[in-house]
C-alpha cells in the first residue's frame, strides 16, 4: 500500500518542487529589491538546497528500516540500480541538503525576528548565529564523511553489498545506521536535537515578534496594520512547517529506534515528509514577501508593474 502511493507521490512532489522552486530562484535573483539584501542572500540558499533535495529524495526515495539492528537504508529510486557506495554517499548529500535547507529556514525566522527590533547597524548577533549554525553543519558533515569512508568504500563492504544487491528490481540495500559507531552516533543526535530544538526556538522567536509587533497594530493606518497581521500569518505558517512535518515522524523514529517496532509509516515517511518541505517553503515565500508576491500579480495581470522608488529597511518588507 505505502509503495503504491509513495510511488505517485514522490515523482509528483519532485514535478512540484522543479516548477516552484526555479521561479523562486529566478524571483529572488531578478526581482529582490536592494533592502533585501540580506534577506536574499538566505533566501537563495534555502532554495538551492531545497531544489538538492528534492532532486536527492526523488532519485534515492529511501526506506528507512528501524526496526532492524543495526538499522538498514533501502533503496526504491532509480538510483538503485548503482552500486550500493554510490547510494550512501548521496544518502548523506540528502541529509545534509534537508539540514543546511532546514537550518536556512529558521535563520531567516531569526532575521525577522532581528528586523522587527529594528537594529539595523549591529551585525554581531546575526554574525553570532551564523557561526553556530556553520559549526552544526561542520560537525555533521565531518561525521558524513567518515561514515562514507568507514561504511562504504572499504573493497570488502561494497563486495558484500554486491552481492546483497544482485536483484535491485524492486529495492536495493544502500547501508547501514549503527549508533555503536561515534561519528553515526554524534550524526544522529545533531539531526534528531535540530529536529526538535528548531521547531521551539521558532516559536519562541515568534512570541516574541508578536510581543514586538502586536501592540502598535491598532495604533497605525489600516495598510499598515494589514501588513503587519500578513507579516504575522506568513511567520507563523513557517513556524509550524516543521511541527507538521518533522516532528512526528521523527518521534516515530525514536519510538521504532528504542522498541524496534515495526512501523511502516515512519519507515517511508521519515524521507517523504521533509521533502513536502520543498514543495510549501518557495510558495511561502512567494506568497508572504511582498516585492515577490507583488511580481507574481504582475506576472499574472493581477497588478501593474510601477517605478521603483527607495525603502529604508523594515521587517514590513516581509510582509
Avoid at 537550518?103 to 532575521?111: D, G, H, Q
Avoid at 551585525?123 to 553556530?132: D, E, F, R
Avoid at 572499504?154 to 546483497?164: F, G, M
Wanted: with cysteine.
Amino acid at each position: 500500500m505505502y509503495r503504491i502511493v509513495f510511488s505517485f507521490l514522490n515523482p509528483i512532489l519532485f514535478v512540484l518542487a522543479l516548477l516552484f522552486q526555479p521561479l523562486l530562484i529566478y524571483t529572488i535573483i531578478r526581482h529582490s529589491p536592494s533592502n533585501l539584501k540580506s534577506l536574499k542572500a538566505v533566501l537563495l540558499n534555502t532554495s538551492c538546497f531545497q531544489l538538492l533535495h528534492a532532486t536527492t529524495a526523488f532519485l534515492t526515495q529511501f526506506r528507512q528500516v528501524s526496526n532492524l539492528s543495526p538499522v538498514q537504508i533501502w533503496s526504491y529510486g532509480p538510483i538503485r540500480h548503482l552500486e550500493a557506495h554510490y547510494c550512501y554517499i548521496v544518502y548523506h548529500i540528502l541529509q545534509t541538503s534537508a539540514m543546511v535547507s532546514s537550518l536556512s529556514a529558521f535563520f531567516t525566522i531569526y532575521m525577522k525576528y532581528h528586523a522587527s527590533r529594528y537594529i539595523v547597524s549591529n551585525n554581531k548577533p546575526i554574525n553570532i548565529v551564523k557561526i553556530i549554525l556553520g559549526s552544526i553543519i561542520l560537525a555533521s558533515v565531518t561525521c558524513e564523511v567518515i561514515l562514507i569512508f568507514i561504511q562504504s568504500l572499504p573493497a570488502e563492504i561494497r563486495e558484500q553489498y554486491k552481492l546483497i544487491n544482485q536483484n535491485t528490481t524492486e529495492h536495493s540495500h544502500i547501508g547501514i545506521v549503527d549508533s555503536s559507531v561515534a561519528p553515526s552516533l554524534i550524526n544522529m543526535v545533531i539531526i534528531n536535537g535540530l529536529v526538535f530544538m528548531l521547531p521551539v526556538l521558532a516559536y519562541f522567536l515568534r512570541r516574541k515578534v508578536i510581543a514586538i509587533i502586536a501592540p502598535s497594530i491598532d495604533g497605525v493606518s489600516a495598510a499598515k496594520g494589514s501588513q503587519s497581521r500578513t507579516f504575522l500569518n506568513g511567520l507563523t505558517i513557517q513556524v509550524l512547517m516543521p511541527f507538521l512535518l518533522y516532528v512526528p515522524v521523527f518521534f516515530c523514529q525514536q519510538f521504532t529506534f528504542f522498541t524496534k517496532n515495526e512501523l511502516l509509516f515512519q519507515q517511508y515517511c521519515i524521507f517523504v515528509c521533509p521533502a513536502m518541505s520543498t514543495v510549501v517553503d518557495p510558495l511561502i515565500a512567494l506568497y508572504f514577501v511582498k516585492p515577490y508576491r507583488k511580481q507574481v500579480k504582475i506576472w499574472l495581470n493581477m497588478e501593474r508593474k510601477e517605478m521603483p522608488i527607495n525603502q529604508s529597511p523594515s521587517v514590513f518588507i516581509v510582509v
